[in-house]
C-alpha cells in the first residue's frame, strides 16, 4: 500500500481512526480499579506509569493501515493509564506515523516520548523532531552504546537548550554491558534501557544495581524476548499460584520485571491494541513478591 501523507492521513474518515471497542476487551486487570503502578524518575522525582509501548518493528511503513493500528495502540495505551512511547531514528518510519497519529489528535500531552539516536549528529535530531512533529522530545537515547568512551556532551547540551527533558543511554547486547557500565559511571545519563526478561536476566547482575547507585531510571527493552517467551508457553494455561497477580501470560512476564523496584518502566512492543490492553493490566493490581518471583524464574526454566 502507498505512503499516506499527514494531509491524506488527517482526512481519513473518523470511522477508519475508530478504535473497534471489542478490539480492547481486555483482562480483568486492565478494567481494575486498583490503582496504576507508577515509578518515580530518580532524576526528578517525576512519576512515569509503569508499562509504555515499544514500536520496534511493528510501525515501519507509514501506510494506511499501520496508522490505523498505531491510532488503536495508542489510544489504548492512554485510556489505559499508559504514557511512555520508545522508538528511535531507525524503526523504519515508526516516528512519522507516531507523530501523525499523536500531534493532529491533540494527544502530545498525553504521552511520554523517547526516541534514539545512533550518534550525537544535529541533522539527524532535526529529522526526528519534524517525523514527531514536535519541538521537545521528553527523553532523547544514544541508541546501542558499544564503546566505553561515548560521550553524551552534545545530549546534555541539546538538554540544557530544552530540546528533550531527559538523555539516556540503550544497549540490547550483553558484549556492550561494559560500554553501558562504563557510560553510566562517567555520563550518569538520566536513563539507562537494556534488554531483561523473565529468561534473560543478566541486567540483573550488572545493569540494576549500577543503574540504582547512579540513579538513571531503567527501561527494560525486550520484555518478551521479541515473542519468544509467548511461544515457551504456547497451549499451557497460567498457573493456578501465579492468578492472584497476572490475569494472563503477558502480564505474568511483565510482572515479574515491575517485581523489581529498581525498573522503572517496562515497553513491550505490539501493533496490536487487545495485546496493548492486555499488556498494561501488568500496571495495576498486585505484584510478585519475591518468593514469588523466585517461582516463576523455576517456572520458566523448566518449560
Ligand atoms: N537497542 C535498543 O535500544 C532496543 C532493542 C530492541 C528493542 N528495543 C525497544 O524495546 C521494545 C520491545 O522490544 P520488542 O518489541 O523487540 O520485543 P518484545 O516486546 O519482547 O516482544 C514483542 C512481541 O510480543 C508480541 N506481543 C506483545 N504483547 C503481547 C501480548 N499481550 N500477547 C501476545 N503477544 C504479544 C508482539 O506481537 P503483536 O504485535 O502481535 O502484539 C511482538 O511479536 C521495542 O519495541 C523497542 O522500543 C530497544
Request: glycine share 6%; with cysteine; aromatic share 6%.
Amino acid at each position: 500500500m502507498a505512503a499516506l501523507t499527514r494531509r491524506q492521513f488527517a482526512i481519513l474518515p473518523a470511522a477508519a481512526l475508530a478504535v473497534d471497542a471489542a478490539s480492547l476487551t481486555s483482562p480483568a486487570f486492565a478494567q481494575s480499579t486498583a490503582p496504576l503502578i507508577t515509578r518515580p524518575i530518580p532524576a526528578t522525582g517525576e512519576s512515569l506509569p509503569a508499562v509504555g509501548l515499544g514500536t520496534a518493528a511493528v510501525f515501519d511503513a507509514a501506510d494506511a493501515a499501520t496508522l490505523q493500528k498505531a491510532s488503536a495502540v495508542v489510544r489504548a495505551l492512554i485510556d489505559n493509564g499508559g504514557k511512555l512511547i520508545d522508538t528511535a531514528s531507525t524503526y523504519g518510519d515508526a516516528e512519522r506515523v507516531l507523530g501523525d497519529v499523536i500531534v493532529p489528535a491533540g494527544l502530545r500531552e498525553k504521552v511520554f516520548i523517547a526516541t534514539k539516536l545512533e550518534s550525537p549528529d544535529v541533522e539527524e535530531l532535526k529529522r526526528s523532531l519534524n517525523r514527531l512533529q514536535t519541538a521537545k522530545l521528553d527523553l532523547l537515547q544514544l541508541h546501542n552504546v558499544s564503546n566505553p568512551r561515548q560521550s553524551l556532551a552534545a545530549f546534555k547540551t541539546w538538554k540544557a537548550q530544552g530540546v528533550c527533558r531527559y538523555i539516556g543511554i540503550t544497549s540490547t547486547f550483553h558484549g556492550t554491558f561494559p560500554a553501558v557500565e562504563a557510560i553510566l559511571g562517567h555520563e550518569k545519563p538520566d536513563f539507562v534501557q537494556i534488554d531483561y526478561s523473565i529468561d534473560d536476566r543478566e541486567a540483573e547482575k550488572r545493569i540494576l544495581p549500577l543503574a540504582a547507585e547512579v540513579k538513571a531510571a531503567v527501561l527494560t527493552a525486550v520484555p518478551f524476548g521479541r515473542g519468544r517467551l509467548f511461544r515457551a508457553v504456547r497451549g499451557r494455561p497460567l498457573p493456578d499460584w501465579a492468578q492472584s497477580f497476572a490475569a494472563s501470560w503477558a502480564q505474568f512476564f511483565l510482572k515479574y520485571l515491575l517485581g523489581d523496584p529498581r525498573v522503572t518502566a517496562v515497553i513491550p512492543g505490539t501493533a496490536d491494541a487487545t495485546h496493548m490492553t492486555d499488556n498494561l493490566g501488568a500496571m495495576r493490581g498486585p505484584l510478585p513478591d519475591a518468593d514469588q518471583r523466585r517461582r516463576m524464574v523455576q517456572f520458566v526454566e523448566s518449560l
